[in-house]
T-cell receptor, first 117, second 111 residues
Framework: EPEVTQTPSHQVTQMGQEVILRCVPISNHLYFYWYRQILGQKVEFLVSFYNNEISEKSEIFDDQFSVERPDGSNFTLKIRSTKLEDSAMYFC???????????????FGPGTRLTVL | RKEVEQDPGPFNVPEGATVAFNCTYSNSASQSFFWYRQDCRKEPKLLMSVYSSGNEDGRFTAQLNRASQYISLLIRDSKLSDSATYLCAVNRKAAGNKLTFGGGTRVLVKP
């Protein structure tokens, strides 16, 4: 069964450093998303991406964040200058096959645990 | 009012019993509804989509009540492996297809 994959599983960084979190969405999906979950809190939407551009972003997704689909398979989230409060689990998700079915059913990757020291 | 609300629980359920819980949503423009299961420190895993007519998948039954703006999940014949946090999520296509999650309902099935 196709699945979303994410690397690394755990990233530790110093405050102020840049991090890039990587995702490989399900291969025939067209819509890509990043969510985050701070320990003990709810899953929060960050950004959605379709047709090589951002379609929606949340208030959390400020200028420190950016997303990119550098090739036909990867989808990345960059945090330019990490803060302590960026420590969280970051989940990538994808949806929407080329056949046009299931655009709204999102499947999640296993997540990257980001720890900012 | 929070956009999506759930009773955090925990719901302590004897093995073999039935448990049901709801999720309310505030935005009447919400279009699609889902139940996800989340185990500790893991990703949300899709349990089922929730259709207007209600739907069933094995021991799990989901209902949607648009008039009262809530969805429900019922688990019959609970197994120890059903212990998890159940996340409700709603979607608005006009909002970039984003999912808005509730805080989750924790279910503990005990022998």
């Amino acid at each position: 069964e196709p699945e979303v994959t994410q690397t690394p599983s755990h990233q530790v960084t110093q405050m102020g450093q840049e991090v890039i979190l990587r995702c490989v969405p399900i291969s025939n999906h067209l819509y890509f998303y990043w969510y985050r979950q701070i320990l003990g809190q709810k899953v929060e939407f960050l950004v959605s991406f379709y047709n090589n551009e951002i379609s929606e972003k949340s208030e959390i997704f400020d200028d420190q964040f950016s997303v990119e689909r550098p090739d036909g398979s990867n989808f990345t989230l960059k945090i330019r200058s990490t803060k302590l409060e960026d420590s969280a689990m970051y989940f990538c998700a994808s949806s929407g096959s080329r056949q046009g079915r299931g655009t709204d059913t999102q499947y999640f990757g296993p997540g990257t645990r980001l720890t900012v020291l | 009012r929070k956009e999506v609300e759930q009773d955090p629980g925990p719901f302590n359920v004897p093995e073999g019993a039935t448990v049901a819980f709801n999720c309310t949503y505030s935005n009447s423009a919400s279009q699609s509804f889902f139940w996800y299961r989340q185990d500790c420190r893991k990703e949300p895993k899709l349990l089922m989509s929730v259709y207007s007519s209600g739907n069933e998948d094995g021991r799990f039954t989901a209902q949607l009540n648009r008039a009262s703006q809530y969805i429900s999940l019922l688990i019959r014949d609970s197994k120890l492996s059903d212990s998890a946090t159940y996340l409700c999520a709603v979607n608005r296509k006009a909002a970039g297809n984003k999912l808005t999650f509730g805080g989750g309902t924790r279910v503990l099935v005990k022998p």
